[in-house]
T-cell receptor, first 113, second 113 residues
Framework: DADVTQTPRNRITKTGKRIMLECSQT?????MYWYRQDPGLGLRLIYY???????NKGEISDGYSVSRQAQAKFSLSLESAIPNQTALYFC????????????FGPGTRLTVL | GENVEQHPSTLSVQEGDSAVIKCTYS??????FPWYKQELGKRPQLIID?????GEKKDQRIAVTLNKTAKHFSLHITETQPEDSAVYFC????????????FGTGTRLKVLA
């Protein structure tokens, strides 16, 4: 779904570095989410936002922060990356009302050495 | 806390046979249950969903059933084809307030030709 884009698609960084993952959408959706995917653990919610003034922690927010710069942009930051944050990160979007469906971006593969 | 259990973690079937994946949820207030398919290296994509006021839903070769009393729901794929090989995730959500998904841990389906 080209309506939800993520940059970068792949990133290798070192322990202690600050890194930002970006998500942009042209779907006009209000809700945006950041998930982390690890083998055997499925998709776990890091943060979610319903609009630029509404940011909420998910189940695994420790070590992460987010910024909702605009309705269309939602960034995830790792202030000081550590190796166990190596994972596949997905952004997702959804409408605020009506449907519950979430639409995923292509993912960012992050490796922390 | 809220939890979704998914079984089996891996499933191999012969082409043309049926496949069934089962999920159990813990939060009785959950009322929306999507299923996502994730092909290797791709993003999760919605394949079918069901709401709590419906017991069964079909879309060509795939169907989902819901048993609210037992708090479990299942994905059924008939006449499996090699292109059905992927990881399948179930999720549970409450269609109000947060619209958060709780995902199962995924099932890797292999369709053997």
């Amino acid at each position: 779904d080209a309506d939800v884009t993520q940059t970068p698609r792949n990133r290798i960084t070192k322990t202690g570095k600050r890194i930002m993952l970006e998500c942009s959408q042209t779907k006009g959706h209000d809700r945006m989410y950041w998930y982390r995917q690890d083998p055997g653990l499925g998709l776990r919610l890091i943060y979610y936002s319903f609009d630029v003034k509404d940011i909420n922690k998910g189940e695994i927010s420790d070590g992460y922060s987010v910024s909702r710069q605009a309705q269309a942009k939602f960034s995830l930051s790792l202030e000081s990356a550590i190796p166990n944050q190596t994972a596949l990160y997905f952004c997702a979007t959804g409408l605020a009302v009506g449907t519950d469906t979430q639409y995923f971006g292509p993912g960012t593969r992050l490796t922390v050495l | 806390g809220e939890n979704v259990e998914q079984h089996p973690s891996t499933l191999s079937v012969q082409e043309g046979d049926s496949a069934v994946i089962k999920c159990t949820y813990s939060d009785s207030a959950s009322n929306y249950f999507p299923w996502y398919k994730q092909e290797l290296g791709k993003r999760p994509q919605l394949i079918i969903d069901i709401r709590s006021n419906v017991g069964e839903k079909k879309d060509q070769r795939i169907a989902v059933t819901l048993n609210k009393t037992a708090k479990h729901f299942s994905l059924h794929i008939t006449e499996t084809q090699p292109e059905d090989s992927a990881v399948y995730f179930c999720a549970a959500s409450k269609a109000s307030g947060t619209y958060k998904y709780i995902f199962g841990t995924g099932t890797r389906l292999k369709v053997l030709a």
